[in-house]
T-cell receptor, first 121, second 113 residues
């Protein structure tokens, strides 16, 4: 249980185009999801917090008009990189906060997706 | 604000030797602490977590970590390194289950045959 998927796993696009990345909680409902970005050989930096049914909260320095986040359901959040440029090339990872039981044991934690590698040419 | 400091961006050990990856945290509230491993071009895999229960936490693949409040530390150890342990390791802290994680800069572990 408690699996988070991301689609696509890899995407290559041309500069100026938009790319949508999906983050799904497969077997639990997630009212809160987080989007992180990881540059090569660097750590993960929080981009935004996505709450179902409301506007995302962006971290300082993250352009909300460039990185559009939509959390329309309890199992899906999307990140759209608009007018992508080569400097947007990065590894994008989402996490979903879930509560419940797994194997009889309660959990209250975040589960990470496998990540999406975006390359903008 | 919370923060995590991982001492040593690169640690190299011999196969079979002790692995020690250091993590110190700063938090104004009782923290949730995590260790993740990341293999090249892959996502994060949770090794273990501390959420205010036992201070010595056992994780997967033989790893364990001890929460020491007096030292604000959560160092990761493994008695005997295996070649497959070579990866990037991240320590992270959060306030609770539904708040974002703050990650350290990571420590790359190399295992020498």
């Amino acid at each position: 249980g408690a699996v988070v998927s991301q689609h696509p796993s890899r995407v290559i696009c041309k500069s100026g185009t938009s790319v949508k990345i999906e983050c799904r909680s497969l077997d639990f409902q997630a009212t809160t999801m987080f989007w992180y970005r990881q540059f090569p050989k660097k750590s993960l930096m929080l981009m935004a917090t996505s709450n179902e049914g409301s506007k995302a909260t962006y971290e300082q320095g993250v352009e909300k008009d460039k990185f559009l986040i939509n959390h329309a359901s309890l199992t899906l959040s999307t990140l759209t990189v608009t007018s992508a440029h080569p400097e947007d090339s990065s590894f994008y990872i989402c996490s979903a906060w879930g509560t419940g039981t797994s194997g009889g044991a309660p959990y209250n934690e975040q589960f990470f997706g496998p990540g999406t590698r975006l390359t903008v040419l | 604000a919370q923060s995590v400091t991982q001492l040593g961006s690169h640690v190299s050990v011999s196969e079979g030797a002790l692995v020690l990856l250091r993590c110190n945290y700063s938090s104004s509230v009782p923290p949730y602490l995590f260790w993740y491993v990341q293999y090249p071009n892959q996502g994060l895999q949770l090794l273990l977590k501390y959420t205010s229960a036992a201070t010595l936490v056992k994780g997967i693949n033989g790893f364990e970590a001890e929460f020491k409040k007096s030292e604000t530390s959560f160092h990761l150890t493994k008695p005997s390194a295996h070649m497959s342990d070579a990866a990037e390791y991240f320590c992270a802290v959060s306030n609770s289950g539904n708040t974002p994680l703050v990650f350290g800069k990571g420590t790359r572990l190399s295992v020498i045959a």
